[in-house]
């Protein structure tokens, strides 16, 4: 699958990787594409690299990977117009300046707001619950990582949980986008226990079964 990571930081550069080493062909693009971030994580990662909207209209499927903060830079009229009926995972988290809280919530959520100003794509909510750290390790303390997808597009969900049970994770059906109002705040929980209590960011979520 061709695939566009619309992002160069930890999240993009490390999906980015893990997607290569699936066998999917990836153009890694930036707000800024002869930015020197861009350059590190495509030499990290083995992407190839490219304009952010030239990418876009060469996929099959899009990762927005930016902070949320900078969605309106990424997504200018010719971006959303490449990706115009394109499957697009967002991956995104409202996170304050210091990481340590949300910047939006209860009534809507970052997916949501990326889906508003992509009204002609289908965004899926997946893999914001999933360390940078640990994309490259799908198992953690023996058990698969919880990969929740939501969405509103019962085909293009399917299409990203395939991708996430591809890259090992245990990818469930997390329900409508709207759900990704309870997605967002629990990574901002990981990121509690992660850096505020010290766990470090070698931990993930788990869906234990009965």
């Known amino acids: 699958m061709k695939i566009a990571v619309l992002g160069a930081g930890n999240v993009g550069s490390a999906l980015a990787a893990r997607l290569i080493a699936a066998g999917h062909h990836v153009v890694l693009a930036a707000s800024e594409p002869g930015s020197p971030r861009l350059a590190a994580a495509a030499a990290s990662s083995g992407a190839e690299t490219g304009a952010a909207a030239d990418a876009a209209a060469a996929a099959d499927l899009a990762v927005v990977a930016v902070p949320f903060a900078a969605i309106d830079a990424l997504l200018t009229d010719e971006v959303r117009d490449a990706l115009t009926g394109k499957v697009v995972i967002d991956v995104t988290n409202p996170l304050a300046a ?110 234990a079964r009965g």
């Open 98 to 207: 210091d990481y340590m809280s949300l910047t939006i919530g209860h009534s809507t959520s970052a997916g949501e707001q990326v889906a508003e100003r992509l009204p002609r794509s289908r965004v899926v909510k997946a893999f914001n619950t999933v360390f940078a750290a640990t994309l490259d390790t799908p198992v953690l303390g023996g058990v698969k990582q919880l990969l929740p997808v939501a969405g509103d597009d019962a085909d293009a969900k399917q299409t990203v949980i395939a991708l996430g049970d591809e890259l090992g994770f245990e990818a469930v059906d997390a329900g409508p986008l709207t759900n990704a109002r309870y997605l967002e705040p629990a990574v901002e929980f990981l990121i509690q226990l992660a850096y505020g209590q010290g766990l470090g960011a070698n931990i993930g979520l788990h869906l």
